[in-house]
């Protein structure tokens, strides 16, 4: 059974950071592409950061770029994210997405598995 495990969520304050992780399990193939996906209240879920399963080619969302760092262990099969320099509006459920069909696929908003998700809260 696939699972995707998210840690690393809290309570900042604004210019503060955190890091996510990603603990995944289960998966019988060979993984092709993980990321980063965020909701906020009320709002649609929206791309943060990808990167291939192998490390390499990391993408992320033009309000991001700078700032946020993705990357992937893959001896230990865990993906990362550390956020710098949060903002509040960034406050959000933050979820890991796996693509078994490529980054383009999961850039596009589909993902063959999600995690629960982890909160971040951003004070002002």
């Known amino acids: 059974q696939v699972q995707l495990v998210e840690s690393g969520g809290g309570s900042v304050q604004a210019g503060g950071s955190l890091r996510l992780s990603c603990a995944a399990s289960g998966f019988s193939d060979d993984r092709v592409c993980v990321g980063w996906f965020r909701q906020a209240p009320g709002k649609e879920r929206e791309k943060v950061a990808a990167?291939?399963?192998?490390?390499?080619?990391?993408r992320y969302a033009d309000s991001v770029k700078g700032r946020f760092t993705v990357s992937q262990d893959k001896a230990k099969n865990t993906l990362y994210l550390q956020m710098d320099s949060l903002k509040p509006d960034e406050t959000a459920m933050y979820y890991c997405?796996?693509?078994?069909?490529?980054?383009?696929?999961?850039?596009?908003?589909?993902?063959?598995?999600w995690g629960q998700g982890t909160q971040v809260t951003v004070s002002s």
């Open positions: 997405a796996d693509n078994i069909f490529g980054c383009w696929r999961l850039w596009t908003g589909g993902a063959s598995y």
């Open positions: 990167i291939s399963f192998q490390g390499v080619s990391p």
